[in-house]
């Protein structure tokens, strides 16, 4: 067995955890998560060559953030039980990725991933018309609101794996285009919108690192991508220019008081906006080592999360632990970046670094940042021979 395949049970453990809830008719497992998260990670982990690892800068920045939550906490006291549990598990996903063995084909990762992401259009399809909608527009599938961006979310990575292959060429770049048209149809008439510019934005990464006789075929993935989407949203035209109209300017204008904006339940844009206004707002407050795990959401008017994890990081666990966060992102940026131009797995690892981290500065929760560590633990392990803190040169 390869460890892509515990790697795709993680990377897509929001659509499993997704069907197989629909599927029993329940909207929470506790159980069947921890088997998920913990199973695949612990695999992941076992397939790890730890011997002779070089220790990266990386490496010395994510123990120091792990020390700061571990003062904070000793500081604030224990979060809540579910919260301590799901984030113990995100900060796993480092050292288990670090030691990855590297080289290792794709093929099981996209059998997994491909199956996921059509059994998801299919149910996403089906809730389209006719189902219960959410405020905001988006169908209820398998009694979630949130399925269609997790599913979107692994045709994501999928993509990036196609647009990195070292096998790419123009005709294989559209006859994955042809596969994938229908899901980014399906899921962009299901009212998924920031995934989608995040995404955008990752496969313009991989264009960007791309060998010059594939820039054609990754462009032509990217055209592809932009017209399936926009043909999604228009297919729901009347709803996709409310929440445009809403984004763009939702109250005409009008200041709204503190009070507005606590009351706020439909405008995902406003509620972002309360929040991370409030997220700033404390960071002053918030001294070297913050206010413990979860207590933003706990004490916010929206009983939410900030949606951005170095903003909750920099309020939760002070100005050390966002710092220590910060500086590992632009770290294993700065040196993936070095390694994708020349190696097809590194521009997999930076573009889908780039994709998670877009998603986690609109939509992110350290509770659930999983997969912000698993990539830049992966990054850490491609760049591992370059400049480590023993000294040796870069």
Known sequence: ????????????????????????????????????????????????????????????????????????????GLPPARDAALFALSLAAYPACRAVPLGKPFGAFSAITISIVLLGAIVVAGSLYGAAVDLRGRPVVLGFGHAPTVFLMSLGFLLIVIATSEKLT????????????????????????????????????????????????????????????????????????GSLRAAIDPFNGHTRSEAEECAESYNTVEMRKTLLRSAVSRMPDAGLFGHGLSSFERTSCLKMFPHNVVLQAAVEFGWLGGAALVLMIVFALRRIWTVARMDREGAFVFSALVFVLVNDLAYGSLVSSGLLFLFLGYAARLTEQSSPVTGASA
């Open 1 to 76: 067995m390869t460890w892509r395949i515990p790697f795709a049970i993680l990377i897509s453990s929001g659509p499993i955890l997704a069907l197989i809830n629909g599927a029993l008719g329940s909207t929470s497992n506790p159980v069947l998560t921890a088997a998920v998260l913990v199973g695949s990670t612990v695999v992941i982990g076992l397939f790890g060559h730890y011997r002779g690892i070089v220790l990266r800068e990386i490496d010395v920045l994510f123990a120091a953030f792990v020390a700061t939550v571990a003062v904070s906490v000793a500081l604030n």
């Open 170 to 241: 123009i005709h294989r770049a559209i006859f994955a285009c042809v596969i994938a048209c229908g899901p980014i149809v399906i899921f962009a008439a299901a009212q998924v919108r920031f995934v989608f510019v995040a995404l955008l934005i990752a496969l313009l990464a991989s264009l960007l690192v791309a060998r010059s006789r594939q820039r054609v075929a990754v462009s032509v993935i990217v055209g592809f991508f932009v017209l399936a989407g926009t043909i999604g949203f228009a297919a729901r035209h009347q709803t996709s220019m």
